[in-house]
């Protein structure tokens, strides 16, 4: 059954300490692997899709990356306004649904 | 803006009683989506509409109904047979089943 985690389960940050979240997944096929962030009490919000083993995509303090079996999500002198949860989501070459891990729940202290 | 609603942000409903929430999205999609998420779990697919007139049972659908008349509409009935109904419902679109997904702010439904 194809599967994804996310570790670690819960990350506490100084401000400024950078650190990296990973998803894994065992895997069919991968189609697509998505990040998302999600405040607390609201829907999650796209960040970014990679598709292909080696690529990479940034957007202010974050950047994901992408191998055949994990994405790391690196945050590079996090701000405590980066404190949310953390989903990634797969979608396998044979289906069409996404597969949502459990998210790494962020905490960055001031 | 475009974006998608969910309506309301809070229901609450005595056991036994059929609830439906709204999803509305304007953003011209053609797919769309209903997750549930509980605390500690991922979200999980209960269905999806490619199109309109159109929808798949997700990984989790017992006890739930949809319907999809319209592409800017996908509202979900929660029904009596659900045994856990207490939960955050989350509605998403994407322009195709392929590409990345957007959500609404969500439902936080209490059954009691």
């Known amino acids: 059954e194809d599967q994804v985690t996310q570790s670690p389960e819960a990350l506490r940050l100084q401000e400024g300490e950078s650190s990296s979240l990973n998803c894994s997944y065992t895997?069919?096929?991968?189609?697509?692997l998505f990040w998302y962030r999600q405040d607390p009490g609201k829907g999650p919000e796209f960040l970014f899709t990679?598709?292909?083993a080696g690529e990479e995509k940034e957007k202010e303090r974050l950047k994901a990356t992408l191998t055949k079996k994990e994405s790391f999500l690196h945050i590079t002198a996090p701000k405590p306004e980066d404190s949310a949860t953390y989903l990634c989501?797969?979608?396998?070459?044979?289906?069409?649904?996404?597969?949502f891990g459990p998210g790494t729940r962020l905490s960055v202290l001031p | 803006d475009g974006g998608i609603t969910q309506s309301p942000k809070y229901l609450f409903r005595k056991e036994g009683q059929n609830v439906t929430l709204s999803c509305e999205q304007n953003?011209?999609?053609?797919?769309m989506y209903w997750y549930r998420q509980d605390p500690g779990q991922g979200l999980r697919l209960i269905y999806y509409?490619?199109?309109?007139?159109?929808?798949q049972k997700g990984d989790i659908a017992e006890g739930y109904s949809v319907s999809r008349e319209k592409k800017e509409s996908f509202p979900l009935t929660v029904t009596s047979a659900q045994k856990n109904p207490t939960a955050f419902y989350l509605c998403?679109?994407?322009?195709?089943?392929?590409?990345?997904?957007?959500f609404g702010p969500g439902t936080r439904l209490t059954v009691t």
């Open positions: 509409s490619q199109i309109v007139n159109d929808f």
């Open positions: 895997v069919s096929g991968l189609r697509g």
């Open positions: 998403a679109s994407s322009f195709r089943t392929l590409d990345e997904q957007y």
């Open positions: 953003l011209n999609h053609d797919a």
């Open positions: 990679l598709y292909s």
């Open positions: 989501a797969v979608q396998f070459l044979y289906g069409q649904n996404f597969v």
